[in-house]
């Protein structure tokens, strides 16, 4: 019985379940569709990643052997569903539907309706890529009052063997983050980090996107990202050699003009199937036990891998599809004009933005402590938040872009992610960058007409929030410093916050 094998577009690994089925007679289908190119409106650095992925990924399994059905974005179709059910029209041999579990919910639902849809059978296997099945991780988190992320970790240590000796960490300390926390020198010589010539297949998917898709951010000119396993293998072996010494203690720190630093940008390639978790975890173990990196870079690194990107897709499953839903402080302020166009006065959020226009790319910092938290700080909706970053960076997708943006950096579930929101004043961007020395605003001023909107908005924040924050254990020193101020400072602050949530357009 001949089998039609749909191939997402972020699932574009050679060992992906859906292709271990494959034999002769078979038929491997990757569609462009519509509906996937605009659910939101992707950086166009996004749309040509997956678009020219997809074609080179196509073209390798034809060479292979594999036959393969190729859907371009100007053959018109609509969804997934069109596409398949046109395939099937055209090959009525084909008796199954074969597809490895989609990574977002809503793909999920539309995947299970299908079988009643195209009255053929479909098969959905699981998506094995990731080291923590979602049985794996409900029963870590099965009689759990909270899911905190260092305890799952700790298990994926152990469960893979990683950085451990015997049944002990590696050096004695699950964690090494307390020094990973060190800013940037402005005269530390950053190496660039790897990029890849488009060839044909990608030129011609950068007109396309270009033409398409005129009015979503970025430019597709500009494009640069490796769009194939093998170049994206080299690109994270570039890094291991060249900017993971040297990510650990810097992998906090912002500095003008360098959007890079010492991150590996390899989130994007990860995310789209280009590279494999396992594979990245070995290199740093190797690089670490070759005596190439220190310890507390490949462990800040291969937390982030089995840490956190296991545990936030994890939590997605768990908990949707009422978590996309949750609002916990009532947040519903517009998203600033400057999310979109980047030109605002505040240096830090100009940065931010800007990269990400540029590159479709900002490391983990801007988007918690400086986006993410301006985006908490003024109240602003979750929706037009959580959509933003969905659609700004190449690496977002909903699995692991919802948990990062409602829960860690807006805390809109209330604390099931993070113990306690992500709220910070101008003094961690200064500590943390060197931003604020060529800033409209003073980061020293908080009531001032050119006070940093951080340092207002920070104490606001923690005021009208008081009923649901106050009891929270780690707000407790700042919750008796604004207790502590002077009654007519108290008023000066609240009254700078209010003016420049009015005038938010503006700043």
Aim: charge should be neutral; proline fraction near 4%; charged fraction near 20%.
């Amino acid at each position: 019985m001949s089998k039609l094998i749909l191939i997402l577009g972020d699932q574009l690994s050679p060992a992906i379940a859906s292709l271990r089925q494959w034999q002769p007679g078979d038929i491997v289908l990757l569609a462009e569709v519509q509906a996937e190119a605009s659910y939101v409106g992707h950086h166009q650095h996004k749309i040509v990643l997956i678009f020219s992925a997809m074609r080179h990924f196509a073209a390798t399994l034809q060479q292979q052997g594999t036959s393969v059905e190729y859907i371009d974005y100007q053959m018109r179709i609509a969804s997934l569903y069109e596409a398949v059910a046109s395939t099937l029209q055209r090959n009525p041999q084909l008796q199954t539907v074969v597809v490895t579990a989609p990574g977002e919910y809503r793909l999920s639902q539309e995947v299970a309706s299908w079988q009643e849809r195209l009255t053929k059978q479909v098969e959905v296997l699981p998506d094995d890529r990731f080291i923590a099945s979602t049985e794996l991780f409900n029963r870590w988190a099965q009689g759990r009052n909270q899911y905190r992320m260092e305890y799952f970790y700790r298990e994926m240590r152990r469960y893979t063997g990683l950085l451990m000796n015997g049944d002990e960490p590696e050096g004695g300390k699950w964690n090494y983050d307390l020094e990973n926390r060190k800013p940037c020198p402005d005269d530390l010589l950053v190496p660039a980090p790897a990029a890849v010539t488009p060839d044909d297949i990608t030129r011609t998917v950068m007109a396309l996107v270009a033409d398409e898709f005129p009015k979503n951010m970025g430019n597709a000119a500009h494009f640069t990202f490796a769009v194939t396993g093998r170049d994206a293998r080299a690109a994270f072996s570039d890094f291991v050699e060249h900017q993971l010494p040297l990510f650990g203690q810097y992998q906090d720190a912002m500095v003008l003009d360098q959007p890079f630093l010492f991150h590996s940008i390899s989130s994007m390639y990860l995310n789209i199937g280009l590279l494999d978790v396992r594979w990245m975890c070995q290199k740093v173990e190797q690089a670490y036990r070759a005596g190439k990196v220190p310890l507390n870079a490949a462990e800040g690194y291969i937390r982030q891998l089995i840490g956190w990107r296991e545990y936030v897709r994890g939590l997605y499953w768990l908990l949707m599809p009422d978590y996309k839903n949750r609002n916990f402080l009532q947040a519903e302020t517009s998203l600033p004009g400057y999310y979109w166009h980047g030109n605002t006065k505040m240096r830090c959020m100009q940065q931010a933005i800007s990269q990400t226009i540029k590159y479709a790319y900002s490391h983990h910092i801007h988007r918690l402590m400086i986006t993410g938290n301006f985006a908490l700080l003024a109240g602003l909706s979750i929706k037009e938040v959580t959509d933003w970053y969905l659609a700004v960076y190449a690496d977002a997708f909903e699995w692991v872009e919802l948990p990062n943006t409602l829960g860690m950096a807006l805390f809109a579930d209330g604390g099931v992610l993070a113990s306690k929101p992500y709220a910070a004043s101008g003094n961690y961007i200064q500590r943390m960058s060197n931003y604020c020395g060529s800033c409209y605003y003073q980061v020293k001023e908080t009531v001032g007409e050119q006070a940093c909107p951080f340092n207002a908005l920070y104490w606001d924040f923690l005021v009208r929030n008081e009923e649901k924050l106050s009891s929270n254990a780690r707000l407790q020193l700042a919750y008796r410093q604004w207790r502590r101020k002077d009654e007519t400072l108290q008023q000066a602050i609240r009254f700078k916050a209010a003016e420049l949530l009015i005038h938010l357009e503006q700043l």
